[in-house]
T-cell receptor, first 113, second 111 residues
């Protein structure tokens, strides 16, 4: 399978704990995106990387959120001191240079209890 | 007002019907338009991708963009029960790769 891969698929954590999600983009895609989706809503943009550089970051991304893409390959999204409002599906997508449409992974569903 | 508006539905149609799904937007800078299909608890799956105005056809799916009216449509011909899902429109301008999504329209195709 050469699609976007996200791990874990599901995460249940206690309020106040830190969590980290991983995204492996489609091989050769230089752009990588993180989105958050809550029930009944469309995905909301969080941040975007071109290679290893984080080029855009939403105001939705509070100081508790940080994303990295070392070496321009996989990416991690960390949420510190989780809150119940962080419960959502976290989606990763990637796109290339010739074809710029974004392809999504299956998401990581986070539940904060 | 949201940048992208989409009727959440649900929209119920009989099998074989032609389905019309629509989004309106307010930002005239949007140039790239996409339609995604999302099944429950899954990631969005790209269906159609168009640049600027015009039509694009792929199998049973046709995407239309009318930039003068800031209105995009997705038509599904010969709809099947397997088409039952949420359909999301997304768009972006040039100079940014930040895609803005609609809330999605839930579609139910009844056998």
């Amino acid at each position: 399978d050469t699609g976007v891969s996200q791990n874990p698929r599901h995460k249940i954590t206690k309020r106040g704990q830190n969590v980290t999600f991983r995204c492996d983009p489609i091989s050769e895609h230089n752009r990588l995106y993180w989105y958050r989706q809550t029930l009944g809503q469309g995905p909301e943009f969080l941040t975007y990387f071109q290679n290893e550089a984080q080029l855009e970051k939403s105001r939705l991304l509070s100081d508790r959120f940080s994303a990295e893409r070392p070496k321009g390959s996989f990416s991690t999204l960390e949420i510190q001191r989780t809150e119940q409002g962080d419960s959502a599906m976290y989606l990763c997508a990637s796109s290339g240079t010739t074809h710029t449409e974004a392809f999504f992974g299956q998401g990581t569903r986070l539940t904060v209890v | 007002q949201k940048e992208v508006e989409q009727d959440p539905g649900p929209l119920s149609v009989p099998e074989g019907a032609i389905v019309s799904l629509n989004c309106t937007y307010s930002n005239s800078a949007f140039q790239y338009f996409m339609w995604y299909r999302q099944y429950s608890r899954k990631g969005p799956e790209l269906l159609m991708y168009t640049y600027s105005s015009g039509n694009k056809e792929d199998g049973r799916f046709t995407a239309q963009v009318d930039k003068s009216s800031k209105y995009i449509s997705l038509f599904i011909r010969d709809s099947q029960p397997s088409d039952s899902a949420t359909y999301l429109c997304a768009m972006r301008g040039t100079g940014t790769y930040k895609y803005i999504f609609g809330t999605g329209t839930r579609l139910k195709v009844l056998a």
